[in-house]
């Protein structure tokens, strides 16, 4: 009775209704995410992770993890690649072997990815459609890579935290994971349901082809 509680009430979040938020964590799985799953077990919050094929094979058990909590993932390729830089067998190739370490880890296929750097084009979004994959951009990046200090993380957040926002973090960068409780703690006092991509998108979506945000 307990488990088939929990996604009803996750899926019972109406951001019609409510001021929601997004956060996004791209290139994990990495040994700083299980101490982010818990700052976020705690909060009560849910997030999206778009996690890097290569690493989902060197860390499974936590990409595995990320599902059973209840949070979103999505494809971010399998070497962090450029996308538009590569031939479409290629760019086919990053998808498709990443869509399979993570079904492998995790028992779910994703729906939804991410391309690293923002970098896309029309003909990447293309061959996504083929993979069955959505593209999910962003509406707020931190660039906590190159911040890496725990304040001004926080503070770049609250300041891209909006109605219907995605925020873009990484769950490799430790000062993102350090600042976390904080930064949950304040958000939810701002009166946000931080809640996954699909939640954010009331049902109608992500559907394959398309890109949001």
């Not at 904080?182 to 701002?190: D, I, N, Q, Y």
């Amino acid at each position: 009775m307990a488990f088939t509680s929990l996604p009803a009430q996750a899926a019972a979040v109406d951001c019609d209704r409510v001021k929601c938020l997004a956060l996004t964590f791209d290139d994990g799985p990495s040994e700083h995410t299980p101490t982010l799953l818990k700052a976020l077990k705690k909060a009560g919050a849910k997030a999206t992770f778009f996690l890097v094929g290569k690493r989902v094979e060197e860390r499974p058990e936590i990409a595995g993890q990320v599902v059973k909590q209840g949070h979103a993932i999505g494809n971010h390729t399998y070497s962090h690649a450029s996308l538009p830089t590569h031939r479409d067998d290629e760019i086919l190739d990053e998808l498709k072997v990443t869509q399979e370490a993570i079904e492998q880890a995790t028992g779910v296929r994703a729906t939804m990815f991410r391309p690293p750097y923002g970098h896309t084009d029309e003909r990447v979004l293309a061959l996504a459609d083929q993979v069955e994959l959505a593209q999910i951009l962003w509406t707020g990046t931190t660039l906590d890579w190159q911040l890496r200090d725990t304040k001004k993380i926080k503070a770049a957040v609250l300041k891209l935290a909006k109605r219907d926002g995605v925020i873009l973090m990484h769950d490799v960068v430790p000062a993102t994971v350090k600042a976390m409780p904080a930064v949950l703690k304040e958000l939810k006092k701002r009166g946000y349901h931080l809640v996954t991509v699909p939640t954010l998108l009331r049902g109608e979506g992500p559907t394959a082809g398309v890109s949001y945000f």
